[in-house]
T-cell receptor
Protein backbone atom coordinates (compact mmCIF):
# COMPACT_ATOMS: atom_id res chain seq x y z
CA UNK A 1 0.00 0.00 0.00
CA UNK A 2 1.68 3.20 -1.14
CA UNK A 3 0.82 6.51 0.41
CA UNK A 4 0.70 9.95 -1.14
CA UNK A 5 3.88 10.79 -3.03
CA UNK A 6 5.18 14.17 -4.13
CA UNK A 7 7.91 15.11 -6.53
CA UNK A 8 10.31 16.79 -6.25
CA UNK A 9 10.96 16.83 -2.51
CA UNK A 10 13.06 19.99 -2.78
CA UNK A 11 13.21 22.74 -5.38
CA UNK A 12 15.45 25.80 -5.48
CA UNK A 13 14.70 28.35 -8.16
CA UNK A 14 15.41 31.93 -9.04
CA UNK A 15 12.81 34.63 -8.80
CA UNK A 16 10.80 34.89 -11.99
CA UNK A 17 11.17 31.25 -13.00
CA UNK A 18 8.26 28.82 -13.35
CA UNK A 19 8.07 25.67 -11.24
CA UNK A 20 5.80 22.63 -11.35
CA UNK A 21 5.14 20.10 -8.60
CA UNK A 22 3.51 16.72 -8.91
CA UNK A 23 1.35 14.78 -6.48
CA UNK A 24 0.32 11.14 -6.78
CA UNK A 25 -2.55 10.36 -4.40
CA UNK A 26 -3.51 7.05 -2.84
CA UNK A 27 -4.91 5.13 -5.79
CA UNK A 28 -8.57 4.75 -4.80
CA UNK A 29 -8.91 8.28 -3.41
CA UNK A 30 -11.19 10.59 -5.34
CA UNK A 31 -10.33 13.84 -3.57
CA UNK A 32 -7.00 15.64 -3.76
CA UNK A 33 -6.01 18.74 -1.81
CA UNK A 34 -3.12 21.20 -2.01
CA UNK A 35 -1.93 23.12 1.04
CA UNK A 36 0.95 25.50 1.68
CA UNK A 37 2.89 25.71 4.93
CA UNK A 38 5.27 28.49 5.89
CA UNK A 39 7.58 28.57 8.89
CA UNK A 40 5.75 28.68 12.21
CA UNK A 41 2.34 28.29 10.60
CA UNK A 42 -0.04 25.44 10.07
CA UNK A 43 -0.86 24.24 6.56
CA UNK A 44 -3.14 26.61 4.63
CA UNK A 45 -5.64 25.36 2.07
CA UNK A 46 -4.98 26.25 -1.56
CA UNK A 47 -7.34 24.17 -3.69
CA UNK A 48 -8.97 20.78 -4.04
CA UNK A 49 -10.27 18.38 -6.68
CA UNK A 50 -12.92 15.74 -6.69
CA UNK A 51 -11.89 13.43 -9.47
CA UNK A 52 -10.82 15.81 -12.24
CA UNK A 53 -13.05 18.71 -11.18
CA UNK A 54 -11.47 21.60 -9.27
CA UNK A 55 -14.15 22.39 -6.71
CA UNK A 56 -12.66 25.22 -4.65
CA UNK A 57 -9.76 27.64 -4.79
CA UNK A 58 -8.50 29.75 -1.92
CA UNK A 59 -7.98 33.49 -2.20
CA UNK A 60 -4.34 32.64 -1.45
CA UNK A 61 -4.13 31.13 -4.92
CA UNK A 62 -3.14 34.08 -7.05
CA UNK A 63 -3.41 33.99 -10.82
CA UNK A 64 0.24 32.90 -10.95
CA UNK A 65 -0.82 29.56 -9.48
CA UNK A 66 -2.60 26.88 -11.46
CA UNK A 67 -3.47 23.33 -10.55
CA UNK A 68 -4.71 20.46 -12.66
CA UNK A 69 -5.79 16.90 -12.14
CA UNK A 70 -6.21 15.37 -15.58
CA UNK A 71 -8.12 12.08 -15.59
CA UNK A 72 -8.66 12.34 -11.86
CA UNK A 73 -5.37 10.69 -10.95
CA UNK A 74 -2.17 12.65 -10.28
CA UNK A 75 -2.19 16.41 -9.90
CA UNK A 76 0.23 19.19 -10.78
CA UNK A 77 0.63 22.58 -9.18
CA UNK A 78 2.40 25.21 -11.26
CA UNK A 79 3.68 28.54 -10.03
CA UNK A 80 4.55 31.05 -12.73
CA UNK A 81 6.95 33.95 -12.25
CA UNK A 82 7.93 32.83 -8.78
CA UNK A 83 8.44 35.39 -6.02
CA UNK A 84 10.42 35.09 -2.81
CA UNK A 85 7.15 35.03 -0.88
CA UNK A 86 6.29 31.74 -2.60
CA UNK A 87 9.01 29.99 -0.59
CA UNK A 88 7.17 27.40 1.50
CA UNK A 89 6.40 23.72 1.90
CA UNK A 90 3.71 22.62 -0.56
CA UNK A 91 1.69 19.70 0.78
CA UNK A 92 -0.64 17.41 -1.08
CA UNK A 93 -3.30 15.29 0.60
CA UNK A 94 -5.83 12.80 -0.66
CA UNK A 95 -9.03 11.34 0.73
CA UNK A 96 -11.93 9.11 -0.21
CA UNK A 97 -15.25 10.85 -0.19
CA UNK A 98 -18.02 8.43 0.59
CA UNK A 99 -21.18 8.93 -1.51
CA UNK A 100 -23.13 8.57 1.72
CA UNK A 101 -21.23 11.32 3.50
CA UNK A 102 -21.95 11.75 7.18
CA UNK A 103 -18.49 11.10 8.55
CA UNK A 104 -15.17 12.82 8.45
CA UNK A 105 -13.06 11.98 5.43
CA UNK A 106 -9.52 11.59 6.67
CA UNK A 107 -6.97 13.41 4.57
CA UNK A 108 -3.65 11.62 4.13
CA UNK A 109 -0.68 13.86 3.44
CA UNK A 110 2.37 13.39 1.30
CA UNK A 111 5.89 14.38 2.42
CA UNK A 112 5.66 17.79 0.76
CA UNK A 113 7.78 19.74 -1.70
CA UNK A 114 9.96 22.40 -0.13
CA UNK A 115 10.35 25.39 -2.45
CA UNK A 116 13.02 28.03 -2.02
CA UNK A 117 12.92 31.07 -4.28
CA UNK A 118 16.16 33.03 -4.38
CA UNK B 1 -8.44 35.93 11.27
CA UNK B 2 -7.27 32.71 12.91
CA UNK B 3 -10.27 30.39 13.15
CA UNK B 4 -8.31 27.63 14.88
CA UNK B 5 -5.89 28.65 17.60
CA UNK B 6 -3.19 26.75 19.40
CA UNK B 7 -1.86 29.22 21.91
CA UNK B 8 1.02 27.14 23.25
CA UNK B 9 3.88 26.97 20.75
CA UNK B 10 5.64 24.32 22.81
CA UNK B 11 5.14 21.80 25.61
CA UNK B 12 7.66 19.67 27.45
CA UNK B 13 6.72 16.61 29.55
CA UNK B 14 8.43 13.66 31.17
CA UNK B 15 8.15 10.20 29.70
CA UNK B 16 5.25 8.31 31.25
CA UNK B 17 3.34 11.43 32.23
CA UNK B 18 0.28 12.92 30.54
CA UNK B 19 0.60 15.39 27.67
CA UNK B 20 -2.31 17.79 27.19
CA UNK B 21 -2.45 19.85 24.02
CA UNK B 22 -5.09 22.53 23.71
CA UNK B 23 -6.95 24.08 20.82
CA UNK B 24 -9.61 26.79 20.55
CA UNK B 25 -11.80 27.64 17.60
CA UNK B 26 -14.08 30.50 16.67
CA UNK B 27 -16.25 29.13 13.87
CA UNK B 28 -19.34 27.37 15.24
CA UNK B 29 -19.98 25.85 11.78
CA UNK B 30 -17.12 23.39 12.14
CA UNK B 31 -18.41 19.79 12.14
CA UNK B 32 -15.29 17.75 12.77
CA UNK B 33 -12.03 18.31 14.54
CA UNK B 34 -8.85 16.42 13.85
CA UNK B 35 -5.38 16.13 15.30
CA UNK B 36 -2.35 15.57 13.13
CA UNK B 37 1.23 14.86 14.17
CA UNK B 38 4.16 16.09 12.10
CA UNK B 39 7.81 15.06 12.24
CA UNK B 40 10.46 17.24 10.54
CA UNK B 41 10.72 16.71 6.77
CA UNK B 42 7.52 14.65 6.69
CA UNK B 43 3.91 15.44 5.95
CA UNK B 44 1.30 15.56 8.74
CA UNK B 45 0.05 12.17 9.93
CA UNK B 46 -3.57 11.76 11.06
CA UNK B 47 -3.98 10.83 14.72
CA UNK B 48 -7.58 11.09 15.85
CA UNK B 49 -10.78 12.96 15.12
CA UNK B 50 -14.01 13.89 16.84
CA UNK B 51 -17.43 14.87 15.57
CA UNK B 52 -19.03 18.03 16.92
CA UNK B 53 -21.90 15.93 18.28
CA UNK B 54 -19.59 14.05 20.63
CA UNK B 55 -17.56 15.18 23.60
CA UNK B 56 -14.92 12.45 23.74
CA UNK B 57 -13.16 10.04 21.44
CA UNK B 58 -10.48 7.61 22.48
CA UNK B 59 -7.95 5.60 20.51
CA UNK B 60 -5.30 3.80 22.50
CA UNK B 61 -3.10 6.31 24.28
CA UNK B 62 -4.83 9.24 22.58
CA UNK B 63 -8.07 10.86 23.75
CA UNK B 64 -9.66 13.98 22.35
CA UNK B 65 -12.14 15.99 24.40
CA UNK B 66 -14.50 18.56 22.89
CA UNK B 67 -16.25 21.33 24.83
CA UNK B 68 -18.59 22.90 22.28
CA UNK B 69 -19.90 25.61 24.57
CA UNK B 70 -16.36 26.82 25.20
CA UNK B 71 -15.26 26.14 21.59
CA UNK B 72 -12.32 24.25 23.02
CA UNK B 73 -10.77 20.86 22.42
CA UNK B 74 -7.82 19.07 23.88
CA UNK B 75 -5.68 16.06 23.03
CA UNK B 76 -4.50 13.87 25.90
CA UNK B 77 -1.62 11.47 25.42
CA UNK B 78 -1.18 8.93 28.22
CA UNK B 79 1.43 7.72 28.85
CA UNK B 80 3.69 10.00 26.85
CA UNK B 81 6.63 8.38 25.06
CA UNK B 82 9.79 9.94 23.57
CA UNK B 83 8.57 8.90 20.10
CA UNK B 84 5.60 11.22 20.59
CA UNK B 85 7.93 14.20 20.29
CA UNK B 86 6.66 16.09 17.24
CA UNK B 87 4.57 19.10 16.24
CA UNK B 88 0.85 18.55 16.80
CA UNK B 89 -1.69 20.37 14.68
CA UNK B 90 -5.32 20.86 15.52
CA UNK B 91 -7.55 21.11 12.45
CA UNK B 92 -11.23 21.65 11.80
CA UNK B 93 -13.57 21.12 8.91
CA UNK B 94 -17.19 21.90 8.13
CA UNK B 95 -20.06 20.57 6.03
CA UNK B 96 -20.10 17.01 7.25
CA UNK B 97 -16.36 16.55 7.26
CA UNK B 98 -15.88 16.62 3.51
CA UNK B 99 -14.22 19.96 2.98
CA UNK B 100 -10.91 21.69 3.42
CA UNK B 101 -9.05 21.55 6.73
CA UNK B 102 -8.39 24.72 8.71
CA UNK B 103 -5.26 24.27 10.82
CA UNK B 104 -3.88 25.88 13.94
CA UNK B 105 -0.23 26.92 14.10
CA UNK B 106 0.81 23.79 15.96
CA UNK B 107 2.33 22.90 19.31
CA UNK B 108 5.77 21.34 19.52
CA UNK B 109 5.71 18.51 22.05
CA UNK B 110 8.94 17.27 23.57
CA UNK B 111 8.81 14.13 25.70
CA UNK B 112 11.94 13.78 27.79
CA UNK B 113 13.22 10.30 28.71
Amino acid sequence: DTGVSQDPRHKITKRGQNVTFRCDPISEHNRLYWYRQTLGQGPEFLTYFQNEAQLEKSRLLSDRFSAERPKGSFSTLEIQRTEQGDSAMYLCASSLRSPLGGSVETQYFGPGTRLLVL
Amino acid sequence: DQQVKQNSPSLSVQEGRISILNCDYTNSMFDYFLWYKKYPAEGPTFLISISSIKDKNEDGRFTVFLNKSAKHLSLHIVPSQPGDSAVYFCAATGKGGSEKLVFGKGTKLTVNP
